[in-house]
């Protein structure tokens, strides 16, 4: 890469690299990659190492930490090359777009080195061990705890709902370090192997039969300073960053992830000519018209994400601003497959067609994208106070100490 490469000239080279090194698929109908499957993640792995080697991992990660320090024009210029060869897009989330970036925002130069580097190469997949079985939405109200005994953190707890913790090597862990100072104050974000002896960890069944998600139960896991992220109580800053990339990513729009075909086929967008087409109601005015309701949705969502990430970066709008484009991805996806499953109809639960089988399927699943990377009633309170400015939402909790704060009992 030269210093002076423009976006087409790394795209021309990109593509011929592309086509020497990584598998073609059909952007169509790309291979499957189930997530709750280990072969995916060594697939994965396998691809990344490729593109490390090839000098395309890592695209707008700097260089320093094994990125090549490129502005998001040439990360999308890759994605658009890339559509049709086999990526390891399971890694963007939470690995790269979450994980790495908020490293890169808020962890000491050697934590940096040694997991973004590793991440790139492919030898690393970090998670978030964030949520805890009494709750997801109160992040700052989490209660495993993390002591200090000698020179080493001992933490004690539960956590839930981590995507791919199965897989992972490292787990972005939030803790609480101090029970005497209002919750926000008195967290640490941790570092934590998830192979630790301490950690054991179990698959949760989704109603689709995923066994993606994981759940963990901390017992005695001992760590030391250098596994923590920022500073010790300032944890809450760390979590705000990691929320704040969360959200980017889950409405689509960080520069941080590498790829953005469809993953085995799960994100595929809804192909309505060919539902009307199979369903015999390609002349059907009504399905023409909630078709093109949600083309317009989705034509939107696209164009939203481009307007919020410049506008942030222009200080035109501030970084809370990238909820705006996470709700409004959540409503899309929601509006796309209630039309698709309305114009399956029957077909959706029984029948022959596969595309209208998978609608059906695909169904059973979509409110977690109201639900991922916090709810959407949680994205409409941070556009309401901190985008907007509207009075913040009265919290009992607020400035009390947390060992004093009213937990579930009766008044
Ligand atoms: C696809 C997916 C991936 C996930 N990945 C991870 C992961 O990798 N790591 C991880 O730690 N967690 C993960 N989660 C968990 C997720 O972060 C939580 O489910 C989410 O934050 C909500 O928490 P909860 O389920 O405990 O619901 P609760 O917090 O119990 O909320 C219940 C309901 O009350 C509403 N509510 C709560 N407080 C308010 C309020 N103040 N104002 C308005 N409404 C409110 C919520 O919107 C929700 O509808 C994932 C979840 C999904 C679906």
Request: net charge negative; hydrophobic share 35%; aromatic share 8%.
């Amino acid at each position: 890469m030269t210093p002076t490469e423009s976006v087409a000239e790394f795209a021309r080279r990109a593509g011929a690299w592309l086509a020497d090194n990584m598998p073609g698929i059909d952007p169509a109908s790309p291979p499957a990659a189930p997530r709750d499957d280990e072969r995916s993640w060594r697939r994965a792995r396998e691809l990344q190492k490729r593109l490390y080697a090839g000098g395309f991992a890592g695209i707008c990660f700097p260089r320093e930490y094994g990125g090549l320090g490129l502005d998001y024009e040439y990360q999308r210029a890759f994605d658009e090359a890339s559509l049709r060869y086999e990526m390891p897009l399971i890694l963007n989330t939470p690995t790269f777009t979450i994980c790495c970036a908020t490293l890169l925002d808020t962890g000491s130069e050697e934590q940096k080195k040694q997991h973004i580097a590793a991440a790139l190469r492919g030898d690393e997949v970090l998670v978030q061990l964030l949520s805890e079985p009494s709750g997801g939405s109160d992040l700052a109200g989490v209660i495993t705890r993390a002591e200090r005994q000698g020179d080493r953190w001992v933490i004690n707890g539960a956590k839930t709902w981590s995507t791919s913790a199965f897989a992972a090597d490292y787990g972005l862990c939030l803790a609480r370090t101090d029970w005497d100072v209002p919750k926000h104050d008195g967290l640490t974000m941790f570092l934590v192997p998830i192979s630790h002896p301490g950690i054991t960890l179990r698959r949760i069944t989704q109603v689709n039969g995923s066994t993606e998600f994981c759940e963990e139960f901390l017992d005695g896991v001992d760590v030391g300073d250098d596994a923590v992220v920022g500073e010790v109580n300032a944890g809450w800053a760390v979590a705000s960053r990691q929320l704040y990339h969360e959200r980017r990513a889950v409405g689509q729009g960080s520069e941080f992830a590498s790829g953005s075909g469809s993953e085995g086929g799960h994100t595929t967008p809804v192909d309505y000519a060919d539902l009307a087409e199979k369903t015999g109601q390609a002349d059907s005015d009504r399905v023409k018209e909630m078709a093109g309701r949600a083309l317009v949705h989705r034509a939107v969502a696209e164009q939203l994400i481009d307007h919020v990430y410049r506008s942030v970066r222009d200080g035109t709008l501030p970084p809370a601003a990238g909820t705006l484009i996470r709700l409004f991805h959540a409503e899309t996806v929601a509006l796309e497959i209630d039309t698709a499953l309305s114009i399956a109809g029957a077909a959706g639960v029984v029948g022959q067609y596969g595309e209208g089988l998978q609608t059906g399927f695909r169904y059973l699943s979509r409110q977690s994208v109201a639900i991922g990377g916090g709810t959407t009633e949680m994205a409409r309170n941070v556009i309401g106070e901190r985008v907007l400015n509207f009075p913040r939402e009265y919290a009992a909790d607020r400035g009390v100490p947390f060992n004093q704060v009213r937990h579930g009992q009766e008044r």
